[in-house]
């Protein structure tokens, strides 16, 4: 799936340079997927990198669920501590060479602080829905958007998740629309490629 005219392209602005990269698409697009690919390339042409998935930073189960709001909201809204996020990550991409962030542990459903060493050049890829959202966008160098039709989307769930129709309905698919209508990442990317 990795395009190597895509991360070839990306490739030839480093230069000893810390670059930025946002791995957007909605659920099941392919993202993880691509990241492992593009990570591989990477590595091939010696490109120092970390990287990030933004589930890894969700919320608590009680912040997120049960909180008043319709689900749409609580998924795009309270999924993520978009403020907190922005201040502890995003922010200090290009200023600090530590990170301390708040990964979730879903066993015990709590937030953990862990350092994260980010290299002094090379790629930072950042992977994860909604990343184009106003809060997050201008920190990224590059934005890939991974377009995939719901229907393969949904598809590629397990068959245990499927039968949670209502789930996706009322949740996930409203907040998806929310965030095309009103973000426009496929318009917005800087690449994008069908998955």
């Known amino acids: ?111 953990v602080w862990r350092n994260l060493q980010l290299p002094s050049c090379g790629v930072i890829l950042i992977e994860g829905v909604f990343l184009q959202r106003k809060e997050w966008r201008n920190f990224f160098d590059t934005l890939i958007y991974l377009e995939c039709e719901r229907q393969v989307r949904f598809s590629r769930e397990s068959i245990s998740t499927q039968t949670k129709i209502n789930k996706f309905e009322n949740r996930y698919w409203k907040a998806e629309e929310h965030y095309l209508r009103n973000m426009h990442p496929v318009r917005n990317a800087d690449f994008v490629i069908s998955s």
């Not at 230069?15 to 099941?28: A, E, F, M, P």
Request: charge should be negative.
């Open 1 to 111: 799936m990795v395009e190597d005219s895509v991360i070839k392209n990306i490739l030839q602005n480093i230069k000893d340079k810390l670059i930025v990269i946002g791995i957007d698409g909605l659920s099941r697009s392919g993202k993880t997927t691509y990241v492992k690919a593009a990570g591989k390339i990477l590595r091939e042409y010696n490109v120092e990198y970390v990287c990030l998935h933004m589930d890894d930073f969700i919320e608590t189960r009680s912040k997120r669920y049960d909180t008043g709001f319709v689900e749409w909201e609580e998924y795009y809204y309270l999924q993520w501590d978009v403020e907190k996020l922005r201040e502890s990550l995003f922010e200090k991409l290009r200023v600090s060479s530590l990170l301390t962030l708040p990964y979730y542990d879903e066993e015990k459903d709590i937030q």
